[in-house]
């Protein structure tokens, strides 16, 4: 799923046209109305809590529900790998979190590998298996306790890193040195099994 | 004929031969243009659609120097002026909009010559009037043809394409993941928006012809959220438009000032600006009352 796609709110389009366009969106030909098409479509809004948006026009909607409905479309065609380019960003706070728990749930249910690309993996840590950690032209990987760990991290940026553990949530702060940070582009891949 | 109808129906309107074709011809033209011109609203390319419309001036006043028909003037400058497009686009992805605008000074260059050679070969205005504004009345029936198998094309190609082409106008990312080729349909698209806007300056005129084309297709996108009955409704509104102009302009026959009647094409636009004039009264209003009522309901 590319990061960031603007719908526009002028685009005569139903969110559970979007999803069904996962189907058979690349094909020639006018669309024929099926049932176990419908079906299809109907199981999936359900599946990523979008069932009472689905009549709505994409454009109209929050980035949340645009982001579920997205994750619809590409999940549809059953794909065994979902790769996503920054899901979470320019969400809100409580969007985030929706996508996140949605995302952790679906490679649960439907047993499918997710791998997302990320800045920032703090909503991520309490739900990802593991983790590829990109810094200063290094690479960190493992599972999220060996790799997202003071010495590991502190290590691997160069710059002192603290991982602070609160309320069974993990947080990752960079500590002094905050020029050093900013210079090194940082992005970590994540796994969900 | 109802005879309420008569003080609207000038007498002889259904049995006069030019305004059958005429009504026939605008009929087709005004469905080609509302399916075609909903995805160039879509895709945002209601620029593009305008610049063909103004670089066919330059095919059309070119086919009257050579002596043949408009149509064969604005269907061969349009695609050449939609590959220039393409190609230049292609090498500079964000320079669209500027090559857009480079072609169009060069073709309107081009119109303003043929357009003198036309007045002073033939010392009658007919060509130019003919080009900008439009011959719905005077088409040739040998010409009805063309105009059929040209909005076959452009129809059927919008329609093949219909799923991708909705992809790709969501977003090209989205179309690539799915493994659609992105600048087929970009190039395909084209073709069909060359074709549909020649075939409308054939009946409202070069200038005019994206009234028809852009017109429809935006008032039918904020009346409806399905990109199927979007296009429909779009062919139903320029239609509509069509037919009530060429009846005006018949009756018009009689009108101020002095009998010489008022042409097609300005009763065709302002019908259609008047049609999204009521869309945007009525349908912003609608909408923003939706927003309002979901907000009120969100947890």
């Known amino acids: 799923m590319p990061q960031r796609i603007t719908l526009d709110p002028d685009m005569p389009l139903r969110a559970r046209d979007l999803v069904g366009l996962g189907i058979d969106g690349q094909r020639f030909g006018l669309p024929l109305p099926s049932t176990t098409r419908r079906k299809q479509v109907d199981d999936m809004l359900e599946a990523v809590d979008a069932t009472r948006f689905a009549e709505s026009r ?51 249910e439907q047993r499918i590998a997710v791998l997302i690309s990320t800045h920032d993996m703090n909503p991520l840590l309490p739900v990802m298996d593991r983790i590829v950690y990109i810094a200063n032209g290094r690479i ?21 890193v603290d991982v602070i553990h609160v309320h069974d949530r993990i947080l990752v702060v960079a500590g002094r040195r905050e020029e050093a940070l900013q210079h090194g582009d940082t992005e970590s891949i994540v796994e969900l099994v | 004929m109802p005879g309420f109808l008569s003080p609207l129906i000038e007498p002889g309107f259904f049995s006069n031969l030019p305004v059958q074709t005429a009504l026939v011809v605008g009929g087709v033209v005004a469905v080609v243009s509302g399916i075609v011109g909903t995805f160039t609203v879509m895709r945002g390319q209601s620029f593009a659609g305008h610049s063909l419309a103004d670089i066919g001036t330059a095919g059309g006043s070119a086919a009257f120097v050579l002596g043949i028909s408009p149509l064969f003037g ?93 992809l790709t106008s969501i977003s090209a990312d989205l179309a690539i993941a799915q493994g659609i080729r992105v600048r087929l349909v970009g190039i395909g698209y084209l073709v069909a928006l060359a074709l549909a806007v020649s075939l409308s300056a054939v009946t409202i005129g070069a200038i005019l012809s994206t009234a028809l084309l852009i017109g429809p297709a935006a008032t039918a996108l904020r009346i409806t959220n399905r990109t199927g009955r979007a296009a429909v409704i779009a062919a139903g509104i320029g239609v509509t438009a069509t037919w009530l102009g060429v009846l005006l302009a018949y009756d018009s026959y009689y009108w101020f000032p002095n009998g010489g009647g008022w042409p097609v094409s300005f009763f065709v ?24 009522s979901s907000a009120a309901q969100a947890p």
């Open chain 1, 58 to 108: 994409v454009g109209n909607l929050s980035g949340g529900e645009q982001q579920r409905i997205l994750i619809a479309h590409a999940l549809i065609s059953r794909p065994r790998l979902l790769l996503l380019d920054e899901p979470l960003a320019n969400l809100d706070l409580g969007s985030e979190q929706e996508v996140v728990d949605l995302l952790a749930r679906i490679a649960r």
């Open chain 1, 140 to 160: 960190a990987t493992g599972t999220t306790a060996e790799v997202v760990s003071s010495e590991s991290l502190t290590k691997l940026y160069g710059v002192h």
């Open chain 2, 74 to 166: 604005y269907v061969a400058m349009n695609l050449m002026a939609a590959g220039v497009m393409e190609w230049i686009g292609i090498r500079r992805p964000r320079g669209r909009d500027l090559a857009t605008g480079i072609v169009l000074g060069a073709a309107l260059g081009l119109a303003a010559l043929f357009l003198y050679l036309d007045t002073t070969a033939s010392s009658t205005t007919g060509a130019t009037v003919n080009v900008l504004f439009g011959s719905i009345f005077t088409l040739p029936a040998s010409m009805v043809p063309f105009i059929a198998i040209f909005s076959v094309v452009a129809a059927g190609i919008v329609l093949v394409m219909y799923r991708p082409l909705i």
């Open chain 2, 269 to 292: 636009v302002t019908l259609i600006f008047l049609g999204y004039l009521v869309s945007q009264l009525r349908f912003s209003g609608r909408a923003v009352a939706q927003r309002r």
